[in-house]
Nanobody
């Protein structure tokens, strides 16, 4: 069993910053990649950042590039999302996603999701 637990959401004023965390735990053999998504009410889930676990390569969509930074702590199996210059349109529930090989699998990876954390950008 693998669990993802997010933290760090909250209310912030426009132009402010927040840092989200997502810790993976349980029967983990290896992590391939971790990503952050977000979903606002009435909208489709949107990918906002990704990181390859081995080499640390990161990528972002244009909507957040230069404002959001994804990073990882290999020892803690934790991924972070530093969000700066936040805008009201960044208001969403943010979800952590991971591609992980559990100890019960010999090949491939499974996809896991966290429960989500609310980020509200408002004055």
């Amino acid at each position: 069993q693998v669990q993802l637990v997010e933290s760090g959401g909250g209310l912030v004023q426009p132009g402010g910053s927040l840092r989200l965390s997502c810790a993976a735990s349980g029967s983990i053999f290896s992590i391939f990649a971790m990503r952050w998504y977000r979903q606002a009410p009435g909208k489709q889930r949107e990918w906002v950042a990704g990181i390859l676990w081995g080499g640390g390569t990161t990528n972002y969509p244009d909507s957040v590039k230069g404002r959001f930074t994804i990073s990882r702590d290999n020892a803690k199996n934790t991924v972070y999302l530093q969000m700066n210059s936040l805008k009201p349109e960044d208001t969403s529930v943010y979800y952590c996603n991971a591609l992980i090989r559990p100890t019960t699998s010999r090949v491939g990876t499974n996809e896991y999701w966290g429960q989500g954390t609310q980020v509200t950008v408002s004055s």
